[in-house]
C-alpha cells in the first residue's frame, strides 16, 4: 500500500482547502481510511475517518462542521474537504490506512500506512 498526499498550501483564515490522498494497493475498497495532522511542536492527532464504502464517517470535535472526509473507491482517493479554516488548523496533514487487526478508530497506532503529509498553513 503507497498512500500520496497533496493540496497543501497557504490560505487565509475563513478559507477553504481540499487535500486528497491517492492510494495503491489491491485492498482500497475494503480499507478504512483516515486523517491525521501535527501541528509544530504537538502530538499528531486523528481528524476524520472514512468506512470502507464511505457510509460512515467520524470527525474530532475540532473539524467537526468544518471538515468533510469522502472517497472515491473507482479513483482510490479519499479527500479531506476543509473549509472555515482556523489558525489553529495550520499542520501536517497526513492520510492513513487503518489495520485490518485494529476495529477502532482514533489511536495512531492502529494505522499500519502512511502518506507523506502535506502542510497546510492558515494565516490570520
Known amino acids: 500500500v503507497q498512500l500520496q498526499a497533496s493540496g497543501g498550501g497557504l490560505v487565509q483564515a475563513g478559507g477553504s482547502r481540499r487535500l486528497s490522498c491517492a492510494a495503491s494497493g489491491r485492498t482500497f475498497g475494503i480499507d478504512f481510511m483516515g486523517w491525521f495532522r501535527q501541528a509544530p511542536g504537538k502530538e499528531r492527532e486523528f481528524v476524520a475517518a472514512?468506512?470502507?464504502?464511505?457510509?460512515?464517517?467520524y470527525y474530532a470535535d475540532s473539524v467537526k462542521g468544518r471538515f468533510t472526509i469522502s472517497r472515491d473507491n473507482a479513483k482510490t482517493t479519499v479527500s479531506l474537504q476543509m473549509s472555515s479554516l482556523k489558525p489553529e488548523d495550520t499542520a501536517v496533514y497526513y492520510c492513513a490506512r487503518r489495520s485490518p487487526s485494529y476495529s477502532g478508530i482514533y489511536r495512531i497506532t492502529g494505522y499500519d500506512y502512511w502518506g507523506q503529509g502535506t502542510l497546510v498553513t492558515v494565516s490570520s
Open positions: 472514512i468506512t470502507s464504502t464511505g457510509g460512515n464517517t
